[in-house]
């Protein structure tokens, strides 16, 4: 079999290298990169260190609107299409690059595999949940990490070739963890000692885009008591220059790749994000977690307090975060699959929808 994978932004590229190991086994995968990320610490770092195959085709998209940004994607994607033929077409997740290769695809009658179908935060005004809902109504197979993705499809009326692979960022961690433990990938962690600091991230435009919410989380995280780790995305750092945050408790430091994230979600006394994969890397690793948003499409780290949600206002978020201190050691049923969703993914796109079969 052959399909095209079109990845473009640093989630993807964790998700791309468990599927992709495992598919070439005995299928032929085209691996196409949009652009969408391309500084060298959000792409090409994360290939060399998870032994992701080399694009067979670099669109270089680049930044700009999302409109642009995704038009320029659909129409070289497009082109690709036509050319390699192939029996289907897989994307990641929920970005614009998830989007414009679905789309291209179903215009030409390919058939469009979705890994990680059926989430939802119920915000549209997200564009990620934009991104989800057209891609979900626009494929043909429906690989959801969790039931309530499952759930949430049958609500809008999605029911046939919908399965419950599993996630599999899931399989990244357990794939991974050793490797990151091992002490040549651990230099991040020097001078951070384990449990006396919090790891933050913040890259929603719903959080960057507004002065004064940006300036509140800053002004929270600078109070907490302990130092905070803050590798910084490159819409963040542009918006605090241009918004002359200054932080002196917060570290700002380089994104970092895949394994030295791992360690330091692993040593973090707490995770503070609002970014959907760290919600789910900190509930892996049993570490707390408090989300800087109204909403969450991972509902199930919400179980036990292991994750709660905190709204953009200076008082909560340190509220919440002293409280959440206190919720260590509760049970985490496991909601997210054995760390399999690789192979199910595969054996489902090659069965044309039938997984153990
Ligand atoms: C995108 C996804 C989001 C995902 C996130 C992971 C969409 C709509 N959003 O958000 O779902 O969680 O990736 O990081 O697809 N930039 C750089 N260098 C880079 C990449 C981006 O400088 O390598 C800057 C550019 O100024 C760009 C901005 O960051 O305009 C935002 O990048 P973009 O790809 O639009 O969205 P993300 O915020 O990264």
């Given at each position: 079999m052959k399909i095209v994978t079109v990845v473009g932004a640093r989630p993807q590229f964790i998700k791309a290298a468990p599927f992709s190991e495992v598919f070439r086994k005995e299928n032929r995968e085209i691996l196409v990169h949009t652009g969408q990320h391309y500084d060298a610490n959000m792409s090409d770092v994360f290939f060399q260190e998870l032994s992701i195959p080399k694009p067979d085709y670099h669109l270089e998209v680049g930044s700009g609107s999302h409109g642009k940004q995704t038009g320029r994607m659909l129409e070289k994607i497009e082109e690709i299409l036509l050319s390699e033929r192939p029996d289907g077409l897989l994307v990641y997740g929920d970005t614009n690059s998830t989007l414009a290769g679905a789309l291209a695809a179903s215009k030409l009658h390919i058939p469009v595999f979705h890994v990680e179908?059926?989430?939802?935060?119920?915000?549209?005004?997200?564009p990620e949940e934009q991104n989800r809902i057209l891609t979900d109504h626009i494929s043909d197979l429906l690989l959801c990490p969790t039931q309530t993705a499952v759930d949430n499809l049958a609500k809008e009326g999605i029911v046939e070739q919908?399965?419950?692979?599993?996630?599999?960022m899931y399989d990244a961690v357990l794939r991974n963890l050793d490797i990151a433990q091992h002490k040549d990938n651990k230099e991040i962690l020097v001078g951070l000692e384990k449990g006396q600091y919090y790891l933050a991230t913040i890259h929603r435009a719903e959080n960057t885009d507004i002065p004064e919410k940006l300036r509140t989380i800053f002004t929270a995280l600078e109070q907490l008591g302990k130092r905070v780790i803050l590798p910084i995305h490159p819409r963040t750092r542009k918006i605090i220059g241009e918004f002359g945050i200054r932080t002196n408790n917060v570290i700002l430091i380089e994104p970092v790749s895949y394994l030295p994230m791992l360690n330091l979600i692993a040593n973090a006394l707490m995770v503070i994000t609002d970014s959907g994969g760290l919600q789910k890397e900190a509930y892996f690793l049993k570490v707390p977690c408090t989300t800087l948003r109204d909403q969450t499409e991972w509902i199930e780290t919400l179980e036990n307090n292991w994750n709660v949600l905190s709204a953009i206002d200076e008082e909560e978020i340190i509220r919440i975060v002293g409280r959440q201190l206190t919720c260590l050691e509760h049970p985490q049923p496991q909601l997210f699959g054995n760390g399999q969703a690789a192979k199910l993914i595969c054996q489902a796109i090659v069965k044309g929808g039938k997984v153990n079969e």
């Open positions: 179908a059926g989430l939802r935060s119920y915000n549209k005004q997200m919908v399965i419950n692979t599993g996630d599999i």
